[in-house]
């Protein structure tokens, strides 16, 4: 009997990347790959051999309408860039009963990583005494008033309560810290979140010490962190932006830091790379990382991880999901435009 066919356009992302050597034998073992090469797969390569896939992994899947009622086989669409994003007919799959996942659940684990770190450095001063250091101007045994603090039994406030910030909250838990999060859609939803008290947005932002931005960007939150909730935060706030910057004011934000209203620690930004001569090089009160919290040692190989589960999960008519699965309130207000890849 001949394996399900699976269509592999992963490209720009690297297989060494999403799959450890041994996922992708094992998914090899499952599935027929077709394509699976680190360069881009042409157009009508992939249109030829639609009708007999069952399984389309790409990094931004672009099929239309004709392209899926052509797929009749077709079982799941699995992008592996972040996010779900224009350039798949969301209505079609709905109607045919075609999953669409996302591997967004598969950075959770990098990236709260990455944000706790950025949330330690940012609330001891690490950085800045490093800087202090190297220019011999360092402060011994000086305690920074007000913009240095500690995490324990801290309040932190996420902005956006997704997996990543749920990872990133379970990390904090043995410092004791009160959190708050503004999600509206997963407070509708009746969500499991032990813990974690839900408010408003302006209510997040300006009562809590750490502010976490960890939000899917939508056509609706551009700059949700607006400059007027930044003019209303607590002097000394640290702001910790980790999913993307559509979500924030970002030069208010910078402005703020410059100022030393607060402190701010992104790994994101408006415009990537950014510019040598960007003026936001000069800043003071923060700490930049260009977009690397999922960019370590097999710090992707979860996303490979979840697609062998999930795809042998269809094949065995199994209900159990590991990647995000789309719903027609997930992708009704997606980004029109590409977003940066983490």
């Known amino acids: ?46 249109v030829d051999r639609l009708p007999e896939a069952e399984f389309v992994v790409a990094a931004k899947p672009e099929l239309g309408r004709e392209d899926i009622e052509a797929a009749s086989n077709l079982k799941a669409v699995i992008e592996v860039s972040g996010a779900f994003q224009s350039g798949l007919d969301y209505d079609v799959c709905f109607e045919r009963g075609i999953e669409v996942l996302s591997c967004a659940p598969g950075f959770r684990y990098s990236v709260a990583e990455m944000a706790l770190g950025l949330m330690l450095a940012g609330s001891r001063g690490i950085v800045d005494e490093h800087e202090r250091f190297r220019h011999g101007s360092e402060r011994w045994l000086h305690d920074n008033i007000g913009i240095d603090f500690s995490l324990y039994h801290q309040s932190i406030g996420f902005v956006g309560f997704g997996s990543i910030a749920r ?22 939803s009746g969500a499991d979140a032990a813990g974690v008290e839900f408010g408003e947005l302006e209510d997040v932002v300006t009562t809590s010490r ?25 002097r ?25 209203r607060i402190r701010l620690a992104s790994d994101v930004f ?28 097999g710090g992707r190989h979860p996303i490979g991880d979840m697609i062998l589960h999930d795809v042998r999960a269809i094949l065995a008519g199994e209900n159990q999901r590991q990647l995000q699965a789309a719903s027609k309130d997930t992708v009704r207000k997606i980004i029109r435009a590409p977003l940066v890849a983490g």
Not at 212 to 233: C, G, H, Q, W, Y
Not at 239 to 254: G, K, N, P
Request: proline share 8%.
């Open 270 to 297: 408006p415009r990537e790379p950014v510019s040598r001569r960007d003026e936001i090089r000069q800043a003071e009160n923060v700490i930049w990382s260009p977009h690397r919290a999922a960019a370590v040692e």
């Open 236 to 260: 000394g706030t640290l702001v910790v932006v980790i999913s993307r910057a559509h979500l924030v004011d970002f030069e208010a934000l910078v402005e703020a830091a410059d100022e030393g």
């Open 167 to 188: 990872e990133c909250a379970r990390l904090l838990a043995p410092f004791s810290p009160r959190i708050k999060a503004f999600d509206p859609w997963l407070k509708a």
């Open 1 to 46: 009997m001949p394996k399900p066919l699976l269509i592999m356009d992963q490209h720009f992302r690297q297989v060494e990347e999403l799959f450890r050597p041994s996922a992708y034998g094992e998914l090899k073992d499952a599935c027929e790959i077709h394509g699976g090469v680190n360069w881009p797969m042409p157009r009508a390569d992939l």
């Open 210 to 234: 750490c502010v976490v931005v960890a939000a899917n960007p939508t056509e609706e939150n551009f700059r949700l962190v607006s400059r007027d909730l930044i003019n209303k935060m607590r």
